[in-house]
């Protein structure tokens, strides 16, 4: 079926330095999410986007992070500054309605 | 307070039996119940999912029995196969529309041959 595609898989990176996470949706799909999920944990919401805006976000979602999908193209979660605490696996999902997910393979991203 | 409760934590089945895994909820609101697996190191999947309009559904080997005066949903996993392990996610979708998702700690079953 369609997928969404994440890019990169893995990331590490210096602990206050910026990082951008791209996510490639199904292409048709008007709703994105990012969540959060730590080693064996469940995962865990930090913000919507539709039609351009954030629709909501959750109390992970820090100051530091921000998104966006600049004219259609990829939609990005960027962290600046990262902290040691940011490290985690980062799935991407998009849906039609908003219900339904399909979901990323995740970029696994560890700071240091 | 954790919104959407999953038990157990691991379970073991043979295979050919029924495994049974448990959610409960807090919020009345939600409206919208799915279940996702997730095998290692790769991302979760919809498996099935049902509303509060019906109180099962069934896809396969796979059924949803929910509950809504008790506010609890189970997914009932018949004639179990070692393909099945995996993690499984319940999750709600939050009130007000926006697709949120509130996932439970995930049930890890493991089916023995």
């Known amino acids: 079926g369609p997928k969404v595609l994440q890019i990169p898989s893995h990331q590490i990176i210096d602990m206050g330095q910026m990082v951008t996470l791209n996510c490639d949706p199904v292409?048709?799909?008007?709703?994105f999410y990012w969540y959060k999920q730590i080693l064996g944990q469940q995962m865990e919401f930090l913000v919507n986007?539709?039609?351009?805006?954030?629709?909501?976000k959750s109390k992970l979602f820090k100051d530091q992070f921000s998104v966006e999908r600049p004219d259609g193209s990829y939609f990005t979660l960027k962290i600046q500054p990262t902290a040691l605490e940011d490290s985690a696996v980062y799935f991407c999902?998009?849906?039609?309605?908003?219900?339904?997910?399909?979901f990323g393979s995740g970029t696994r991203l560890l700071v240091i | 307070q954790q919104q959407v409760r999953q038990s157990p934590q691991s379970l073991t089945v043979w295979e050919g039996e029924t495994a049974i895994l448990n959610c409960s909820y807090e919020d009345s609101t939600f409206d919208y119940f799915p279940w996702y697996h997730q095998f290692p190191g790769e991302s979760p999947a919809l498996l099935i999912a049902i509303r509060p309009v019906s109180n099962k559904k069934e896809d396969g080997r796979f059924t949803i029995f929910f509950n809504k005066r008790e506010k609890k949903f189970s997914l009932h996993i018949a004639d179990s196969q070692p393909g099945d392990s995996a993690t499984y996610f319940c999750a709600a979708s939050g009130p007000g529309n926006t697709g949120k998702l509130i996932f439970g700690l995930g049930t890890t079953l493991q089916v023995q041959p």
């Open positions: 292409s048709n799909h008007l709703y």
């Open positions: 999902a998009s849906s039609f309605s908003n219900s339904d997910y399909t």
């Open positions: 986007f539709y039609n351009g805006k954030v629709m909501e």
